[in-house]
Structures are given as C-alpha cells and as structure tokens.
C-alpha cells in the first residue's frame, strides 16, 4: 500500500507541536491516522508541564485519544506521525497498542536515548510487522525544536525556568538530529 499524504499528517504534526511552544512545552505534535480510510482520530501535543504529568507526551496524548475514539486499546491498521523520534517510553506505547505504521521526523540523538526506535523494535524482535519511516519534513520538525532551544532573540523574553533547562540541556550534550 502507498501512503500519498505522509507530508501532509506530518505538516498537522508540525501545526501541533506549534502550539506546545507557545505554551512553553517542548514543541513536539503527533498525529494518529486510520490507514483504511485517512482518517484522523488522535491528536497530540506534548503537554507535561501543563497537565502536571511526565508522562503527557504528544504521542501519549495521541494514542488516548485515538483508543477512545475507536473504542478499543488496540490500535490497529492506524499510523502515528511524529514530529520527533519518539523516547523509549512512546516507543513502549506503541508497541502496546500494535499502531502498524511509525512516520516521524527529526531523529533524537541526545545521549539519554541510549537506543533508538529502531534499534529497540529489532533488538527485542517485538512487533515486527511495524513499519518505520524516518526523516519527513525532518529539517522543519527539527527546526521548531532548535527555535525553542536555541533562540535567537532576547533571552530576557524567555521564562527563568526555562532558561534553567536550555542550560541543564548544553550541559548534558543534548543534541537533535538535523541541527
Ligand atoms: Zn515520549
């Protein structure tokens, strides 16, 4: 089966991690799709500091959704676009919930993610019938996270906190793909 729209649920992802910047969440967006018939039926942002939950990520956040409106926990015939290389924990998600396609962005090499997603799904031979593509729209979907990282305006404008975690993150060598 060809896929002839991966850009355009990837430009919805980007629209969606948008909205995390503006709300001071690492911009992240994720879009869930049923295959048969292009349909969306999740949709997400990263929103852990708003929610108060570590756990909030914008594939989280899509796989909810997603579930509930299909009633049912297993996602099957759906793909998840993301508009980054999702971490070990929404890799776990969607192996649980059998998503069959796996679209993201810009690749994550910072150090904590010791493994990618790859390398997890062929290490642990687990579902492997999940297809992966990589690196759609990467520049874009890296650019939005090297703005809210690395601005180029007045750092003056940028909460205290925050500030704090752009430091904590050059210490500890974080790095995005396509910087
Ligand atoms: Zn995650």
């Given at each position: 089966?060809t896929y002839?729209?991966?850009?355009?649920?990837?430009?919805y992802?980007?629209r969606?991690?948008r909205?995390?910047g503006k709300k001071g969440?690492?911009p992240?967006?994720?879009v869930?799709v049923?295959n048969?018939?292009q349909c969306?039926?999740g949709?997400?942002w990263?929103?852990?500091?708003?929610l108060?939950?570590?756990?909030a990520?914008?594939?989280?956040?899509?796989?909810?959704?997603g579930?509930k409106?299909?009633?049912?926990?297993?996602?099957?015939?759906?793909?998840?676009?993301?508009?980054?290389?999702?971490?070990?924990?929404c890799t776990?998600a969607i192996i649980?919930s059998?998503i069959?396609?796996?679209?993201y962005?810009a690749?994550?090499t910072?150090s904590?993610?010791?493994?990618?997603?790859?390398?997890?799904?062929?290490?642990?031979?687990?579902?492997p019938?999940i297809?992966?593509k990589?690196n759609?729209?990467a520049?874009?979907?890296?650019?939005?996270?090297?703005s809210?990282?690395?601005?180029?305006?007045?750092n003056?404008?940028?909460p205290y906190?925050?500030?704090?975690v752009?430091?904590?993150i050059h210490k500890?060598?974080?790095n995005i793909?396509y910087?």
């Amino acid at each position: 089966m060809t896929y002839l729209y991966d850009e355009d649920f990837m430009q919805y992802a980007i629209r969606l991690a948008r909205i995390a910047g503006k709300k001071g969440e690492i911009p992240v967006g994720a879009v869930l799709v049923q295959n048969k018939n292009q349909c969306i039926i999740g949709k997400g942002w990263n929103q852990s500091i708003t929610l108060r939950d570590p756990t909030a990520h914008a594939e989280i956040v899509a796989i909810r959704q997603g579930g509930k409106i299909i009633q049912n926990y297993r996602l099957l015939d759906t793909t998840l676009y993301v508009t980054l290389e999702p971490c070990m924990m929404c890799t776990g998600a969607i192996i649980h919930s059998r998503i069959q396609r796996l679209v993201y962005g810009a690749s994550d090499t910072k150090s904590v993610n010791t493994k990618t997603v790859l390398d997890i799904m062929k290490q642990h031979k687990i579902n492997p019938r999940i297809e992966i593509k990589k690196n759609i729209l990467a520049p874009e979907c890296a650019s939005i996270l090297r703005s809210f990282f690395f601005p180029v305006e007045n750092n003056k404008k940028i909460p205290y906190n925050l500030l704090n975690v752009i430091n904590i993150i050059h210490k500890s060598n974080f790095n995005i793909g396509y910087i």
